[in-house]
Every structure is written in structure tokens, then in C-alpha cells.
């Protein structure tokens, strides 16, 4: 019965929906106001039918229910328990439910806590939230029903071996958290063209939204970035893989959009550019789950395809974006943009930068689609890093500059000789840096380029500080400082491993030895082990940094059998300047075995500088939410007062 209550419970937040898109849209008419009321707890049950469905779905899974088909083909009894709660956002229809689920539950927080908008703007928003969420529920019920019932097999099929990993466990409902708060700006925007109502509140409304869902997006490309480094064993952190610009794309577009509405708040400018924004960040996260979901594509994450359904999410995204352009072409002209700012200034810093990350956005989404496109067209085309590195960088590097500036500069109007002597360490310590890696000979100019940005951006974060009490900066300036250090920690981790890299594949027998960088590694034995779905060959390896103290490493090569997959498990060595990476191959005819090592200085620090990034988007969340929360206590205090006093 927990399979039909799910459906039944998925049908009535789908009704939900209906009523909340039905109502909110009569509200805003002169005859159906009286409907207003019903859209706000429209939107909060949908909310918790939405999740009740979700939780209905964890619980088949947990109990390894095989008579409902999603299980069957995505689970068995022998999984370990992690994995057969990831077995429930794991798959097509499980992870589309899992999107409906925080749309629906963001819906209902919304419907609750936010009262800064005029009220036709908010009935606006949820209607065009419950538009949304009615698409996803119509594609959940009529094409992709997780709930469905099959005839009692005797055991699952299992989950792609690929995703039965900590790391992967947890990264898809990141990204998904992030994807739905695109969503949520995504409402705010069609409320406010409806309205006509871009404001400074708007921003304001909208900006934790946008925060919430860059942080996690954030998070959840650091996560499947060093996913696949340690998980795939090819010993690369980023390939260009059209599902990994996916999750790239509604990032840039939401890291433009969150300065756009930073200015929009506190300068009441770029009102249709920040609109804009909200609408193409939703956009790029639909064109995501396109590209994911399709099946059209071909990725080392083919674990997503599903070429049946693709249709209905490509008629989606045409209904979702071509509404919304449509809506934005017609109500463009009657949002005026607001304050005016001179050339020299903090907001055209942010222009400037969110103009570059825009062109970069474009070059992705060209790259990503110009081989679905050709091949359309019957020709195989392949772009990768050779086209995406170059091109990116033309837009990347004016902008790492501008944002090394930008944050000194004053709001509306500034001289850039008031700044110029706070510039002198950071672009000293990059040209030295610069002067070194040229003199190093490098085969490569973005690697160099890379290295020479990094300390120069690094110091630079750091100068918003200087002058200040460090007790009395507020968070918001805590969280840039932290974001922008986290940019320039990435940055170095990124050059730092593409000119430094040391690779070697070798055959070796065991007690044989080989080095790689500064280490000694020496082949131990190799040993048979088992886990609770899967068996592997595991070789023990002695690792030595220059002669020092042995570590020792396990690398395996599993073989899991349901379904038959064979995976490579690689074992790490992190210390504070890189990390030694081993992957065991196979066995060759000699009794040899093959080994790939890598040592790979400073990468750690790409992940680490991301982590930093989303902490400081969270320090920046926080302030804002606790201003709020000021100004929503004093609203109500100088509300009571008045009330007392019979004004």
C-alpha cells in the first residue's frame, strides 16, 4: 500500500497545483480576488503531499520492495543500506520526484515566510511556481510513474556500480537543491514582469533564493568534480563532459544573477538585466536536465539516459522558456532600469563581470549543443578542452581581474587613483609568480597565466578587510572575502596541476618498484577481497616522499555482479603541496601488472578553494537572512505601536 498512497498523494499534489496556478491567476483580475486567500495554503499542501510521496518512495526502497518496478530495476536485496536510499534519487523517475519535491516544499516556504512583496506580485509568483511544478507533475504521471507495479521478482537488478559511492550518494539532491531555488527566482521574476513590480524588494526576495541555490550548486560540482577524479581512475577533475557543463551552466548564469540582484537591492539598478537573468539561469538549469535526462547525448555519466522521455522534458523547456522570453520581450520595455551609475564605479565592475561570465555561459552552451547538432546533421563532431580552454579563458581572465578591483571601488561613481596603491602588493605578487613560471618554461600559457592570477586575486580578497574592526565587518563582506579567496585558492590548484603533473604508466611484478614525482612506490602483493555486492583484486603498495616514512595503499579493481560491472577503486595520498594517486589495471600475459600514478601537486586545493567559495556563500546568506529578520521585528514593533496609539 505505501507504493499507491505515494501515487495517490502525488495525483493530489499535482490537484494542488492546478488550484494554486487556477486561483493565483484569477486573483490578479478585478472579478476573482477573492480567490487570493486560497493560493498561499494551496501552495503549503502541495508542499507536504509532494514530500509525503517522496518519503513513500525512500520506504520501498528501504524495504526492497521488487513489485514496484523503479526498485526492481534499480536496487537488490544485498545493497548496502546507503545505497538503497540512494536508490530512490538514483534513477530517472526517482530523481525527477525528488525535484518536484523541493520545488514543492521551496513553494511552501515561501507561501509562508515571505510578506516584502505587494501581494498581487506574490499570488503572481506562486501561480507562475505552481506552472512550474504542474509541467514536472504532468511529465512524473503520465511518463515517468516511479510508483509503478510489476509482477514480484525474485531479485533486483542493483544500482550502476558507478553511483554506489558516498560521494555520488549525496551529490545529485545537491545539485537538485540548487536547480529548484533557480526555479524560485525563476517564479519571482514572471511575478514581477507580470506586475510590473522590479523593485529593490523584488531583489531583496528573491536574492536568498538565488544565494541558496548557488551555494548548493556549488557544492554539488565540487562534489561530482572530485567524484569523478577519485572514482572514475583517469586521474582528471574536469573533461568538458556535457553532463558536468550541465550543472556548469545555471551556475555562471546564477553567479551573474546574484550580483545583478545585489545591485538591484542596495543600488535600485539593472532591473531588466537582473529579470533577464532569473530567467536564464531556470533556463540553463532546464537545459541541464535536458541534456541529462534526454538520453541524446553520449557521457561517462550514461548512467542518465532515457531517450523516450526526452520529448516531454523538450517540450517543457520550450513551454518554460519560450514563455518566459516571450513574457519578458512584451514587459521589457516598460521596466525602466533604474539608477544611473558612472563608468567607474562598483556597479560597472559588476557589469563588466557579469557581461563576461554571460559570453563564458555562451561559449558552454555552444560547445555542449554544437555536437548534438551536427550529428543531427549527420556529421560526428567532438569539442573538448582544445576549444572550451582557450575561449573560456578570453572571458574568464578580464574578469578575475575586474573582480580583483571591483570590491574597492566605491557604489555610483569612484576614481580609479583611489585605489591604484591598494593594487600595488597583489599585482607585485603576481608578476613575481609570473616572472617565475616564464623562466620555469612551461609548454603551456594558461597554466602560467593561472599561477600569476592566483596570489594577485588571493591578496586581493583580502583588501576590503584592511582599515576595518574585523568584530564589526558584516557577514555579507565576510562572505565575499571568503568566496573571492576561495576563487584564487581554486584557480592555483587548477594551473598548479596542469604544469606540474607528473604521470606514469607502468607493468611491474610484484616486489617491483617505480617512481612518480618524489615518490618510491613499490608493489607489495596483490590479494583477493570481498564486499557485501561486490568481490575485487586489491594490491597493497608502498609509497615513500623522498625516502621518508612508508604509507601504504590499497587500490582495488572491483567486480560487482548485479549488475556485472567492473570498476577501478583508486587509492590517494593527500599531503599539504598534492596528492599521490594509484589505479591497478589489469593482469597482462607476462604476470605483470599495471599501474597508473600520478602525483599531482596543490590539487586539493581546486576542491578546497570550492568549499570555500559555497562558505562564503553561506556567511553571506546568513547575513542577509538575519537583516531580514531585523527589519521584519521592527516592522511589527512600530506596526504594534501604532495600533496601540489608534493609527
Known amino acids: 500500500m505505501t507504493a499507491e498512497f505515494g501515487l495517490a498523494a502525488l495525483w493530489l499534489a499535482a490537484a494542488l497545483a492546478a488550484l494554486q496556478l487556477f486561483a493565483g491567476a484569477l486573483a490578479l483580475t478585478r472579478k476573482g480576488e477573492a480567490l487570493g486567500g486560497a493560493v498561499r495554503p494551496a501552495a503549503v499542501v502541495q508542499g507536504l503531499l509532494a514530500l509525503a510521496s517522496f518519503i513513500a518512495l525512500v520506504i520501498v526502497f528501504v524495504q526492497t520492495d521488487l513489485s514496484v518496478k523503479l526498485v526492481h530495476n534499480n536496487s537488490h536485496s544485498a545493497k548496502p543500506m546507503l545505497y538503497k536510499l540512494a536508490g530512490a534519487w538514483g ?78 550518494a549525496f551529490h545529485p539532491p545537491t545539485l537538485y537543491i540548487g536547480y529548484v531555488g533557480l526555479s524560485i527566482a525563476f517564479s519571482f521574476a514572471i511575478g514581477a514582469l507580470i506586475t510590473r513590480e522590479v523593485s529593490p524588494a523584488f531583489a531583496r526576495a528573491m536574492r536568498p533564493w538565488v544565494l541558496g541555490a548557488w551555494i548548493f550548486l556549488t557544492l554539488g560540482i565540487v562534489a561530482g568534480s572530485y567524484w569523478a577524479y577519485y572514482e572514475l581512475g583517469w586521474g582528471g577533475w574536469w573533461f568538458w563532459d556535457p553532463v558536468e557543463n550541465a550543472s556548469l551552466m545555471p551556475w555562471l548564469a546564477a553567479t551573474a544573477l546574484l550580483h545583478s540582484c545585489s545591485v538591484l537591492a542596495a543600488r535600485n539598478a539593472l532591473r531588466a538585466w ?3 537573468l532569473g530567467v536564464v539561469a531556470f533556463s540553463m538549469s532546464m537545459v541541464g536536465t535536458f541534456l541529462v535526462r534526454s538520453g541524446i547525448l553520449t557521457s561517462v555519466h550514461a548512467f542518465a539516459v532515457d531517450p523516450e522521455r526526452g520529448s516531454f522534458i523538450l517540450a517543457l523547456l520550450g513551454i518554460y522558456i519560450g514563455g518566459a522570453l516571450t513574457l519578458f520581450g512584451l514587459r521589457a520595455s516598460t521596466v525602466t532600469e533604474g539608477e544611473r551609475f558612472a563608468v567607474v564605479s562598483r556597479e560597472s565592475a559588476l557589469v563588466f563581470n557579469n557581461v563576461m561570465l554571460s559570453c563564458t ?34 572571458f574568464v581572465v578580464p574578469m578575475l581581474l575586474v573582480m580583483a578591483v571591483g570590491p574597492l571601488l566605491r557604489w555610483r561613481r569612484d576614481e580609479f587613483g583611489r585605489v591604484r596603491k591598494g593594487l600595488i602588493l597583489p599585482a607585485l605578487a603576481g608578476l613575481l609568480v609570473l616572472g617565475l613560471a616564464i623562466s620555469w618554461k612551461p609548454a603551456h600559457v594558461l597554466p602560467v597565466i593561472g599561477l600569476a592570477l592566483a596570489p594577485a586575486i588571493g591578496i586581493a580578497s583580502l583588501l576590503p578587510l584592511r582599515g576595518r574592526k574585523l568584530r564589526q565587518v558584516k557577514l555579507p563582506l565576510w562572505g565575499m572575502v571568503f568566496a573571492h579567496f576561495g576563487v584564487a585558492l581554486s584557480l592555483f590548484g587548477m594551473a598548479s596541476d596542469s604544469a606540474f603533473t607528473s604521470e606514469k604508466l607502468v607493468a611491474v611484478n610484484v616486489g617491483e618498484k617505480v617512481a612518480v614525482g618524489p615518490w618510491q612506490i613499490g608493489l607489495k602483493s596483490i590479494d583477493p577481497v570481498a564486499g ?35 570498476t577501478s577503486e583508486s587509492a590517494l595520498v ?5 596528492q599521490l594517486y594509484a589505479v591497478l589495471g589489469d593482469e597482462s600475459e607476462d604476470g605483470r601488472w599495471q599501474l597508473r600514478l600520478w602525483w599531482k601537486p596543490f590539487v586539493p586545493m581546486i576542491w578546497f578553494g570550492g568549499i570555500l567559495i559555497a562558505f562564503g556563500g553561506f556567511l553571506a546568506l546568513l547575513g542577509r537572512v538575519a537583516s531580514d529578520l531585523r527589519r521584519i521585528v521592527a516592522r511589527n514593533k512600530i506596526s504594534y505601536r501604532r495600533q496601540r496609539q489608534g493609527r
Open 574 to 578: 593527500t599531503r599539504w603541496n598534492g
Open 361 to 394: 555561459l555562451g561559449i558552454v552552451l555552444v560547445g555542449t549543443l554544437y555536437p548534438l547538432l551536427a550529428e543531427a546533421l549527420g556529421q560526428q563532431v567532438s569539442i573538448g578542452p582544445p576549444y572550451f580552454n582557450p575561449f573560456t579563458a578570453i
Open 274 to 276: 537582473t529579470v533577464m
Open 91 to 168: 534513477n530517472h523517475e526517482g530523481s525527477m520526484l525528488l525535484w518536484v519535491t523541493v520545488m514543492g516544499l521551496a513553494g511552501s516556504i515561501v507561501a509562508l515566510v515571505e510578506r516584502r512583496l505587494p501581494e498581487k506580485t506574490m499570488l503572481a509568483t506562486l501561480a507562475g511556481q505552481a506552472f512550474v511544478s504542474l509541467g514536472f507533475y504532468a511529465f512524473l504521471l503520465f511518463s515517468s510513474n516511479p510508483f509503478t507495479r510489476m509482477a514480484p521478482a525474485p531479485e533486483g537488478r542493483g544500482l550502476n556500480p558507478l553511483l554506489q559511492d558516498p560521494g555520488l
Open 532 to 566: 557485501p555486492n561486490w568481490t575485487a583484486l586489491e594490491a597493497v603498495m608502498e609509497a615513500r616522499y623522498h625516502g621518508g616514512d612508508a604509507i601504504t595503499l590499497h587500490p582495488q579493481s572491483r567486480s560487482f555482479w548485479s549488475p556485472p560491472q567492473q
